[in-house]
C-alpha cells in the first residue's frame, strides 16, 4: 500500500490538500510544520522539500509539491466513485483544474501585497503605498470568483471535487482579522463557506491542524 504524509502548516494553502485527503478515504499520515515559527525553514523540513514551501506530500519515497498538483494526484487516487476529479468528462476536469490554476496563479498572489509585501519590494517604508495599490487588486480578484460562484453549489456545479477546499483556504484568508476591512461582500463565496464548514472532512482536518472557530481569522 503506498505510504502517504503531507506536510501542513494550520491555515495555509495545505489545509486544502489535507481535507481532500480526508474526502478521499485514503489513508495517509500528517506531519504539521509552522511557517509562522520557521518550521518550513529547519534542516529537518529542506531534507523533504529544499524550496521549503509548504504543503509537501510524500508518495512513500518521492516528495510532489504545489497545491495545483498535490490536490490532482489526490483526486487522481481516490476511489472512481468520489469523483474528486472529474472522470470521463474531459471538459469538467479541465474546468478543476482551471480553477486551481486561477486560486494558485492569480488569487494566492493577490494577497500578496497585505500578507509578503516584502517579497515585491524591498523598502519597508513603501509597504503601506503597495498596499494602497494592491487592496483594489485584491477586491476585484475575490469579487471574481464570488461572481463565478453564482449558482453554483460547488465550484464545477453539482458536484463536490478537489477545487472545493483550494475555494476555503482563500475565503479564509479573505476573512482574516487583517484582511476582511478590506473584502467586499461575497455572498456565493460565504455561503460556499458555509456549505464547506458543513462537511465533517472539513473540521477533521482543521481539528487536527489545531484550528478552530476561536483562531480561524488570526492572521
Known amino acids: 500500500m503506498t505510504k502517504l504524509t503531507l506536510f501542513v502548516s494550520p491555515r495555509a494553502c495545505s489545509l ?3 481535507i481532500a485527503l480526508e474526502e478521499s478515504g485514503l489513508p495517509y499520515e ?6 509562522r515559527n520557521g518550521e518550513h525553514q529547519t534542516e529537518e523540513y529542506l531534507r523533504v522539500n529544499p524550496w521549503g514551501k509548504i504543503p509537501a506530500l510524500r508518495i512513500d519515497n518521492e516528495v510532489l509539491t504545489e497545491a495545483h498538483a498535490i490536490l490532482s494526484y489526490i483526486g487522481d487516487t481516490a476511489p472512481a466513485e468520489k469523483q474528486l476529479l472529474p472522470r470521463g468528462n474531459p471538459l469538467l ?10 486560486l494558485s496563479g492569480t488569487v494566492h498572489i493577490a494577497f500578496r501585497p497585505l500578507f509578503r509585501p516584502q517579497y515585491l519590494i524591498e523598502d519597508p517604508s513603501r509597504f503601506e503605498e503597495l498596499k494602497k495599490t494592491g487592496i483594489p487588486i485584491l477586491r476585484k480578484t475575490l469579487l471574481e470568483v464570488d461572481s463565478r460562484l453564482a449558482g453554483k453549489t460547488w ?8 477545487a472545493d477546499p483550494y475555494l476555503l483556504v482563500f475565503w479564509i484568508w ?6 476582511v476591512e478590506h473584502a467586499p461582500d461575497l455572498p456565493n463565496w460565504r455561503a460556499h463557506a458555509e456549505r464547506m464548514f458543513e462537511r465533517e472532512a ?3 482536518a482543521l481539528d ?4 478552530t472557530s476561536d483562531n480561524i481569522s488570526l492572521p
Open 16 to 18: 486544502a490538500c489535507h
Open 30 to 35: 500528517i506531519r504539521v510544520t509552522r511557517i
Open 93 to 102: 476536469r479541465a474546468r478543476a483544474h482551471e480553477w486551481m490554476n486561477f
Open 155 to 162: 465550484a464545477l456545479g453539482d458536484g463536490y471535487s478537489v
Open 174 to 179: 479573505s476573512q482574516r482579522d487583517d484582511v
Open 202 to 204: 472539513t473540521w477533521a
Open 208 to 211: 487536527r491542524e489545531g484550528v
